[in-house]
C-alpha cells in the first residue's frame, strides 16, 4: 500500500500486487468442477503464460530501474522491497498451481482414462517404446554441454527448457557439471505413448530424455537431472531522440535484441542440491534475488498442448455466434449504417460484419477512401487482405500502424510492409506515444457539388483481429453520425500531420479533452449527491492505476456518489476504506477474456454511457492515443446499460476485491438465482 500526505490520506494498492491478484483468480478458475478439465487446463496454462510475461516486462523493468538507482548512487531498497514482495506471492502461486494440478487435474484427467506420467515409474509395457522414442526422435537432436568454469561460455535463452545434470567420473570420481536443452522444436511437449486397456497415456517429453541420460554419457553416473528456465527482458526500450530519426530501424534492432535481454528470473527444480546451486549461480552470474524455486515440471504454458484423446466432451462448447437478420438480409451495409448506428458485441455476434464492412468498402465503386487504425492484427488477415484488395481497386487508403504494440512489432513490420507494396499509405508510430485507439473510417466520393462527404464510421473497445475476437469480449458501433465521423477524420489528419493545435468537442481523445471531460462528469455526480440527489457511476474496464483519477473517485466516493468498478486485471484503488466506502470493485474471470471498456454516469437520469479504447492505467492516460465516444442511440445505450447490469449481478464468475487484494467470491443463497454473465449476455443478445 502506498500511502499519501496527512493532508490527503490517499492509499492505493501496488500495481504489480494487484496484477498477482489477477493472475491468481485466473488460477482459480481452474478448480472450477463445474468447467470440462481441458477448460480447466486452459486457465492453468493461461496463468502461467501471463506470469512468463509478466517477468519478461514489469520485473525486468524493476531490475533497470535498481540498476539505474546505483548508478546515481541512490537507496534502491523500495523497489528491491517490491520484487522481493513480487517472488514471495509468485512463490505462493506456484505452489497452489502445483496443488491443484496434481490433487484434481490429473486425478480428473485418470477419471477420464487419461494418464499423464509426472514423477511416475511407467509401466513396463512402455519402457521399451520410450527407449526406442529416444534413440530415434530425441537424441539425433541433443547438444549436451559439459559446464567448465571460465572455460566454456554457454547462454542460457528465454522460453527454453533445460536440463542440468550432475555427473560422476566412474574411473576417478570427480564431478561434472552438464547442460542440455530440450529439443522444444523438433518434439512435442507431451510424447504419446501406446495405449493399454483404453487408456490413454502421455509422458513429458523432458522425462523421456531424463529416463535416457546414462546413454547420452557414457563412462559417467549420471548423480541428478534438474530442470531449469530463464526469463529475459522483453520490453523494447526506445531512445527518443534515436526514435525521431528512424523509429522503424530502431524497432527492428531492437527486436533483435530482445533474444539477449537481461534476465529477470532464473527458476529451478526445488530438488536441486545447494552446492549444484551455487555452481550454476556463479558459473552464470545469478544473483539471488532472481532465483524462483519450482517444482520439477516448468514451462506449463505448454499445457495447452496437451493432447485431447477423448474430444469435445472435454471442453467448453463454442458458442454459435449471433447474426443480425436485418445485416444478412440486405445487399449493402451501409445504407443500414446511414439510417441507424449498428451494435456489436464480440464474440456474442459474428466478427463477420466488420470484415464484410471492408469487403464492401473495397468493392464499392461510390468509395473514395478508408482510413483504418492497426494495432494487433492475426496473421494472415482478412482485414489486412480487403484492405490491399481496396487499394487494387483504386481506393485511397491510410492505415495507422502501431510498431510499439508489444510482442507483435514483428507482425506489424511484417503487415505493414505488405500493404506499403501494395500502395497503401502507411504511418508509423508517433514517437513517444503509442496509438491504441480502435477507429476506421470509409468516405464515399461527393456525388454533388460542395455537398459533404458521406462518411462510415466503425468504433471499437479492441483490436481490429478475427482471431482474438473469437475469446475477446469486444463492444463496437457501427455509425454514420456526422459529428463522429467529421470529428474522427480529424483524428487521421492528427496522427498523419502530428498537429496538435487540434480541438474535439464530440469524441475525447487522450492527450487532448479525455481527461478534462472526465473530471467534468464526475464533479457532476459529486454535485448532485451533494444536493441528495442519485448520483451513480459505473467503470468497466481492463486497468485502474492512474493515482490522480483514483483520487477523484475517491473524492465522489466520500460526497456520496456509488461507484461500481468491474475491473479484470489491475486494480490499484482500495476498497472499504473511510474514503472510499461507495466505491465496490469486481472482477469477472470466465470463459472469454473481458476486453470491453465502457464509462457510465447516471447524469440525473439522463444517463451517459461512453465506449473507449483507453484504460485508467498512467501509459493509457498520458502517452497513448486513446478514444471514447458516446453513445447516442437509446435502443444501444440501453442495451449496454442491460449488460452492466446483468455483470454486476454475475454472482457465479465474479469476485468482489476486498481491501487485501483478495478475489471473494459473491455468497450464493437457494434463494438467489445463479446469475453468469457471459451466458445471460448471450441470452440477452440472442432476444
Known amino acids: 500500500m502506498n500511502e499519501?500526505?496527512?493532508?490527503?490520506?490517499?492509499?492505493?494498492?501496488?500495481?504489480?500486487?494487484?496484477?498477482?491478484?489477477?493472475?491468481?483468480?485466473?488460477?482459480?478458475?481452474?478448480?472450477d468442477v463445474s468447467l470440462p478439465i481441458y477448460e480447466r487446463?486452459?486457465?492453468?496454462?493461461?496463468?502461467?503464460?501471463?506470469?512468463?510475461?509478466?517477468?519478461?516486462?514489469?520485473?525486468?523493468?524493476?531490475r533497470n530501474v535498481i540498476l539505474q538507482k546505483i548508478r546515481l548512487k541512490e537507496d534502491p531498497s523500495e523497489t528491491e522491497q517490491i520484487l522481493e514482495a513480487i517472488n514471495t506471492e509468485v512463490t505462493r502461486q506456484q505452489q497452489e498451481f502445483f496443488r491443484?494440478?496434481?490433487?484434481?487435474?490429473?486425478?480428473?484427467?485418470?477419471?477420464?482414462?487419461?494418464?499423464?506420467?509426472?514423477?511416475?515409474?511407467?509401466k513396463p509395457e512402455h519402457r521399451k517404446f520410450i527407449k526406442t522414442y529416444f534413440e530415434e526422435e530425441i537424441y539425433p537432436f541433443l547438444q549436451p554441454v559439459l559446464l567448465l568454469k571460465n572455460e566454456i561460455c554457454f547462454f542460457i535463452r528465454d522460453k527454453r527448457l533445460y536440463q542440468f545434470v550432475q555427473l560422476r567420473k566412474n574411473k576417478t570420481d570427480e564431478r561434472f557439471y552438464s547442460i542440455i536443452k530440450t529439443p522444444y522444436a523438433k518434439i512435442p511437449r507431451f510424447i504419446e505413448l501406446p495405449p493399454i486397456g483404453g487408456k490413454y497415456y502421455y509422458m513429458f517429453a523432458e522425462d523421456v530424455l531424463s529416463a535416457n541420460l546414462q546413454d547420452i554419457f557414457t563412462g559417467y553416473t549420471v548423480e541428478g537431472?534438474?530442470?531449469?528456465?530463464?526469463?529475459?527482458?522483453?520490453?523494447?526500450?526506445?531512445?527518443?531522440?534515436?526514435?525521431?530519426?528512424?523509429?522503424?530501424?530502431?524497432?527492428?534492432?531492437?527486436?533483435?535484441?530482445?533474444?539477449?535481454?537481461?534476465l529477470s528470473r532464473f527458476v529451478y527444480d526445488k530438488r536441486m542440491p545447494s552446492d549444484y546451486l551455487q555452481f550454476i549461480r556463479e558459473m552464470f552470474h545469478i544473483q539471488e534475488k532472481d532465483l524462483i524455486p519450482d517444482n520439477r515440471y516448468l514451462n506449463l504454458e505448454d499445457l495447452l498442448k496437451l493432447p485431447n484423446p477423448v474430444g469435445k466432451e472435454l471442453k467448453a462448447p463454442a458458442i454459435v455466434p449471433i447474426r443480425i437478420p436485418e445485416l444478412d438480409q440486405s445487399y449493402w451495409l451501409f445504407p443500414i449504417i446511414r439510417k441507424k448506428d449498428i451494435f456489436l458485441y464480440y464474440p456474442y455476434h459474428t466478427f463477420n460484419y466488420f470484415i464484410r464492412f471492408l469487403t464492401e468498402a473495397s468493392a464499392n465503386p461510390n468509395v473514395e477512401e478508408i482510413m483504418i487504425t492497426q494495432y494487433r492484427v492475426a496473421e494472415d488477415s482478412e482485414i489486412i487482405n480487403n484492405l490491399i484488395n481496396a487499394a487494387k481497386n483504386g481506393k485511397k487508403i491510410t492505415v495507422f500502424v502501431e510498431l510499439k504494440a508489444r510482442f507483435d512489432e514483428a507482425n506489424n513490420l511484417i503487415?505493414?510492409?505488405?500493404?506499403?507494396?501494395?500502395?497503401?499509405?502507411?504511418?508509423?508510430?508517433?514517437?513517444?506515444?503509442?496509438?491504441?485507439?480502435?477507429?476506421?473510417?470509409?468516405?464515399?466520393?461527393?456525388?454533388?457539388?460542395?455537398?459533404?462527404?458521406?462518411?462510415?464510421?466503425?468504433?471499437?473497445?479492441?483490436?481490429?483481429?478475427?482471431?482474438?475476437?473469437?475469446?475477446?469480449?469486444?463492444?463496437g458501433i457501427f455509425t454514420s453520425n456526422r459529428k463522429i465521423t467529421s470529428e474522427i477524420r480529424k483524428l487521421f489528419g492528427v496522427l498523419e500531420t502530428r498537429n496538435t493545435d487540434v480541438k474535439f468537442n464530440n469524441i475525447w481523445v487522450a492527450q487532448y479533452n479525455m481527461i478534462p471531460n472526465l473530471k467534468e462528469k464526475i464533479h457532476r455526480e459529486i454535485k448532485n449527491a451533494k444536493k441528495g440527489k442519485k448520483a451513480y457511476i459505473v467503470l468497466k474496464m481492463n486497468g485502474l492505476q492512474d493515482d490522480a483519477m483514483i483520487d477523484e473517485l475517491y473524492k465522489a466516493s466520500e460526497a456520496g456518489v456509488k461507484i461500481d468498478l468491474i475491473i479484470r486485471g489491475i486494480s490499484c484503488i482500495i476498497p472499504d476504506q473511510p474514503y472510499s466506502k461507495n466505491i465496490r470493485v469486481i472482477r469477472i474471470v470466465d470463459m472469454f477474456l473481458e476486453h470491453s471498456r465502457v464509462w457510465y454516469f447516471y447524469n440525473g437520469g439522463e444517463e451517459d454511457v461512453y465506449i473507449t479504447s483507453a484504460d485508467w492505467m498512467n501509459r493509457n492516460l498520458?502517452?497513448?492515443?486513446?478514444?471514447?465516444?458516446?453513445?447516442?442511440d437509446k435502443k444501444?445505450?440501453?442495451?449496454?446499460?442491460?449488460?452492466?447490469?446483468?455483470?454486476?449481478?454475475?454472482?457465479?464468475?465474479?469476485?468482489?476485491?476486498?481491501?487485501?487484494?483478495?478475489?471473494i467470491f459473491k455468497n450464493q443463497t437457494k434463494r438467489k438465482k445463479k446469475v453468469r454473465a457471459q451466458q445471460e449476455i448471450y441470452k440477452l443478445l440472442t432476444e
Open 4 to 31: 499519501k500526505s496527512k493532508e490527503q490520506p490517499y492509499a492505493y494498492f501496488n500495481r504489480d500486487i494487484s496484477w498477482l491478484s489477477f493472475n491468481y483468480r485466473v488460477l482459480l478458475e481452474s478448480e
Open 41 to 62: 487446463i486452459k486457465f492453468l496454462a493461461i496463468h502461467a503464460s501471463n506470469l512468463e510475461e509478466f517477468y519478461e516486462i514489469r520485473v525486468a523493468e524493476h
Open 100 to 122: 491443484i494440478f496434481q490433487t484434481q487435474i490429473l486425478p480428473e484427467l485418470e477419471r477420464k482414462n487419461i494418464i499423464l506420467y509426472m514423477n511416475d515409474e511407467p
Open 225 to 262: 537431472c534438474y530442470n531449469v528456465k530463464v526469463s529475459r527482458d522483453a520490453d523494447i526500450l526506445l531512445d527518443e531522440d534515436e526514435s525521431k530519426i528512424n523509429l522503424l530501424e530502431t524497432i527492428k534492432k531492437e527486436i533483435r535484441k530482445r533474444k539477449i535481454g537481461e
Open 415 to 475: 503487415t505493414s510492409q505488405m500493404m506499403k507494396d501494395a500502395g497503401i499509405n502507411i504511418i508509423y508510430s508517433i514517437p513517444g506515444l503509442k496509438v491504441h485507439a480502435k477507429v476506421a473510417l470509409v468516405i464515399e466520393k461527393t456525388l454533388v457539388k460542395n455537398e459533404l462527404r458521406q462518411s462510415y464510421a466503425y468504433l471499437s473497445t479492441g483490436n481490429f483481429n478475427e482471431k482474438t475476437a473469437k475469446i475477446y469480449s469486444d463492444m
Open 622 to 632: 498520458y502517452h497513448r492515443i486513446e478514444t471514447a465516444f458516446p453513445v447516442s
Open 636 to 663: 444501444i445505450k440501453q442495451t449496454i446499460i442491460k449488460i452492466l447490469k446483468i455483470q454486476l449481478s454475475d454472482n457465479v464468475k465474479a469476485c468482489l476485491v476486498d481491501d487485501q487484494m483478495q478475489n
